[in-house]
């Protein structure tokens, strides 16, 4: 009987652990290889505790300041992931050459050099949103997490499809073990708004996921220019401070 009564008090633990919940959260990234621009976001970073990756590409020809700029990154809790060798999107360039071709050049070699750097990558981030599934297959061998492009508006054929922040179902992380994940894009060309942000914060706080948004370039006014690469510092901090309003913890992609 006593044996039975222990066994009653673990399956209750156990149903009692199954049902404790993930935080709710953000998990902001960057891509390309604006290093100097992100490197004087730090103070922004540490006012809201957060921690962003940020994708590099082309590491063959950072200076040995960008360098230096990325290990203090690292060090305040950043993380440093690949954009590969050459910045190419995946599916031309296995059409017009291999996938082998593709591995050694694109990927072995951005890896090649990371490392010589001082850098390990385990996340990567397709450029321009390109990837199929045999792809991600074999960059799956070397990486943990792979991160693709979602757009509140594109344009197809001359028309413009939109969809509402909130049922985009791929931009939030459920803390389960999926390898392959989509962030929001929050470029100037994205034509967002504070408030569809809200609505996806809200949604995450609410459903205890995490929302994962990205840009590339920071600009220090709103353009709306094609131009300009880039996101609005100002609405980097709108950002951050409905996260920190919201109580959400921050993400690196790695973490997820």
Known sequence: MKSIYILIFISIISCQEKKV??????????????IKEWFELRPLFKKYHAKVTFYITQPDSLSTEEIEMLHQLQTDGHEIGCHGAMHVGSIRYVWEHSLEEYMQKEVFQALKTMKLQGFSPTTFAHPGGSQIWYIDRELLKHFRLLRDVSMKERNIFGFT??????????IYHHHDDTQKVNALIIDVSANLTIKDIQKGLAKAQKEQTVMMLFGHKPLRKITHKPEEYGFDIHFLEQILAESAKLKLQYFTMNSL
């Open 161 to 170: 499809y939109r969809r509402e922040v909130e049922n985009m179902d791929e």
């Open 21 to 34: 919940s993930q935080p709710a959260g953000i998990a902001l990234s960057f891509d390309d290889r604006f």
